[in-house]
């Protein structure tokens, strides 16, 4: 058995391997290089050291990008996995119609970004409009727009991401507790989040991520206005990117700084999350 | 253990496969090119700027297709997008070999890819060195469409606000300044249920596919004076003479409107254009392009006209209608010698032929900078308006926003303009954006 993985190995990991280091790998790296370049298009780089990257220090956009997208990530994060874990627990109690409102409220997530964002665009300026305002009248209405609408689009998909932990909790746990007398608060604390914390460890890191590298919806909902004040970081890149003449490699610099955090995050929300999942 | 090494020799193998990749794009332009020396005849691919021409090109496209045998693919881009587009399309192997750059501003990105176009039969047919960029003598860039854009107005309206017993201006003729423009508008304002219309003004909206009549066009005026009162043609460094005439005019703007001023940021360039076209405003900022838009509504073709946009200036009753290209063809220098044939044999056809010149000028509606269409000339009421002017002796206002110093510079102007315009921000944050902006941009982009 273990010869034959190994005399087959490169027959399946091959292709997916050559698929993932011509989408992925070497983009990346020319990416890295890229970001050390002042070029036009990607093919014609000059080295220009370090340059980029003392640029994005004079620039006072990527700060406020920078904490804009944390304070949206946290609210988005905490929402979307309530609002998702508690519609998944009344998804499992047996209600009828448990499988309509299933694909209801997952189906959100099966259309495109940019689509979504021009939708809300409409429906927010719509509300607004009774009280004279727009969605870009201040930041303050675009974040919780897009709050709003990462809310809509996610809890469908983390909702079926939690129904399947809970669905494999093992009936006699619960029935144990039951007849040790534990409240349904209790069951919940102590049973169900525990026995659910490898759901919680994905789901959060899903919508972490997600938070950080919104683009498409941000872009259509209010495109950073006003005043580049709802600019989350990706769409602040894509903005220097083309914003001015010989600041593409500053763009690409960026991006490389963008990666690093996105990554030292993630890694640390993942050892966290990790280290609380019980064993069964 | 084995296992772990035949992993990393494959991971570092693909890695290593991931820098043949990066480089090889390179490799497989030049096996291309040798391909098409073979195949004797080249193509063409244009990029093309103008969205509001795009099923015109590829018609003309076709055209040319089916007479020469030629390939001539034609992609236009989104509106507001084409530089992304460009930048994307550029480096791939099938390159444009025709693009467009806006200007001085936008060659300095480009200037690398230009061929020089000295030597090419379309060069020969421009009027004047005024419609091309130079770099030295090299020819970097023709314009292919001269352009002309102020206060377009219904004629109808705008009698009907003349007749009006306490009408402040009577005639077409008394409406040459600022003070008069504003009197007009108010006016209208004021009686706006009597003439059956929303407000003087169309929407001035801030959204992308119409933020730039106010950050760019509007913005070219007091640039305009500015120059003109130093005698120069660009600058490094703006003093917003003329910021307070900005200010008049788009107060104007957005009081006399058709919507409130904090409603602005999510009206469109169809919502202004719809309002035009339907009647409900007298006046809309926009330029000869637009007509394709409004042509075949509630306004008829004789009731179009257009008004030099007035700010106050000095002299400004001899003002023109503003005039003059944001849209140089340029070729592809790293397109294969047969493709760069292909495409100045495309422009020449263009250019000269009966069919591309019957298709610039009456179906795109295109005035030209060329000898070769002193017979083709659109039937357009704007550019007809625009002849008047000329006529009469008005000096036309050169486009100077092609001097803008980056896209940055425009999208913080028109930030600040909104913010202005919905109450959320002072004035001066438009000065700052405007005159430090302009210093800090020109230095940025070309250090």
């Known amino acids: 058995m273990e010869k034959a993985i190994k005399k087959y190995f490169p027959v399946f990991v091959l292709p997916t391997l050559i698929a993932f280091t011509i989408g992925f790998i070497a983009p990346f790296l020319l990416g890295i290089y890229l970001s050390f370049c002042k070029f036009t298009t990607v093919t014609d780089g000059t080295f220009v050291g370090l340059k980029n990257y003392v640029k994005i220090l004079d620039d006072p956009t990527f700060l406020h990008s920078m904490w804009y997208t944390a304070l949206f990530t946290v609210a988005s994060v905490l929402l979307i996995n309530v609002l998702a874990f508690a519609v998944a627990l009344l998804l499992t109690k047996g209600i009828k119609g448990t499988n309509i409102f299933r694909t209801v409220f997952f189906m959100p997530n099966l259309i495109g970004g940019i689509v979504l964002g021009y939708i809300w665009q409409l429906l927010l300026n719509g509300i607004l409009a009774k009280f004279e305002r727009t969605l870009t009248y201040s930041s303050v209405y675009g974040f919780w727009g897009l709050v709003i609408l990462m809310c809509w689009q996610q809890v469908g998909y983390m909702m079926i991401i939690y129904i399947s932990g809970i669905q494999n909790i093992p009936g006699e746990l619960i029935e144990a507790a039951k007849i040790d007398g534990a409240s349904p608060r209790q069951i919940l604390k102590s049973v169900t989040i525990p026995m659910v914390m490898p759901s919680i460890t994905i789901c959060t890191f899903l919508t972490l991520t997600n938070g950080f590298k919104l683009f498409d919806q941000n872009l259509a909902l209010t495109n950073g206005a006003p005043s580049k004040m709802s600019e989350l970081l990706a769409l602040n890149i894509y903005n220097t990117f083309y914003g001015r003449t010989g600041y593409e490699g500053v763009g690409q610099a960026k991006a490389v700084v963008f990666f690093i955090i996105v990554g030292v995050i993630a890694v640390l929300q993942n050892k966290l999350t990790r280290s609380k999942e019980v064993q069964q | ?447």
């Open chain 2, 1 to 447: 253990m084995k296992k772990k090494r035949l992993i990393a020799v494959l991971l570092t193998a693909a890695m290593a496969a991931g820098l043949v990749a990066g480089c090889g794009s390179k490799g497989g332009e030049e096996k291309a090119k040798t391909d098409d020396k073979g195949g004797g005849s080249g193509k063409v691919y244009y990029l093309n700027f103008k969205p509001e021409q795009a099923d015109q090109w590829v018609d003309l496209a076709k055209q040319y297709t089916d007479e020469t045998g030629v390939q001539v693919d034609v992609q236009t881009a989104a509106s507001g997008t084409y530089e992304s587009q460009l930048k994307s399309e550029m480096a791939k192997d099938e390159a444009p070999t025709l693009f467009q750059v806006n200007g001085p501003v936008g060659l300095a990105t480009w200037k690398d890819y230009c061929y020089d176009l000295a030597d090419s039969d379309v060069y020969k047919d421009v009027q004047s060195d005024d419609y091309v960029l130079k770099e030295g003598d090299e020819v970097k860039g023709i314009a292919y469409v001269i352009e002309t854009y102020g206060i377009i107005y219904n004629k109808a309206l705008l009698n009907k606000y003349f007749e009006l017993p306490d009408a402040e201006v009577k005639s077409i003729d008394d409406l040459n300044s600022f003070d008069a423009l504003k009197k007009v508008a108010d006016g209208i304002q004021a009686h706006k249920d009597d003439l059956g219309v929303e407000g003087a003004f169309t929407s001035a909206g801030m959204d992308s596919s119409s933020d730039w009549r106010f950050k760019t066009h509007l913005a070219n005026l007091p640039i305009y004076y500015e120059y003109k009162d130093e005698g120069i043609t660009s600058t490094d460094a703006i003093k917003g003479t003329y910021l307070d005439n900005y200010k008049n005019i788009w107060d104007l703007y957005i009081t006399d409107s058709t919507c409130e001023p904090n409603l602005i940021s999510s009206k469109t360039g169809d919502d202004a254009a719809s309002e035009f076209a339907l009647g409900e405003a007298v006046f809309y900022q926009n330029g000869t392009w637009a007509y394709n838009d409004i042509k075949d509504n509630e306004v008829a073709d004789e009731d179009l006209g257009m008004l030099p946009i007035y700010i106050g200036a000095k002299g400004e009753e001899d003002q023109g209608l503003c005039t003059g290209s944001e849209n140089y063809w340029c070729v592809n220098k790293n397109a294969s010698e047969e493709d760069i044939q292909a495409t100045l044999d495309f422009m020449k056809w263009v250019v000269e032929s009966d069919a591309g010149r019957e298709a610039l000028s009456t179906e795109m509606g295109f005035v030209t900078p060329f000898t070769t269409f002193d017979d083709y000339l659109p039937s357009n009421p704007l550019v007809e308006a625009n002849d008047e002017y000329t006529k009469a002796g008005k000096t036309p206002v050169s486009w100077n926003f092609t001097t803008m110093p980056s896209e940055n510079w425009k999208n913080n102007v028109g930030s600040a303009l909104l913010e202005y315009a919905q109450g959320t921000g002072e004035w001066d944050a438009v000065k700052t954006a405007f005159v430090d902006g302009w210093a800090e941009e020109y230095k940025a982009a070309n250090e």
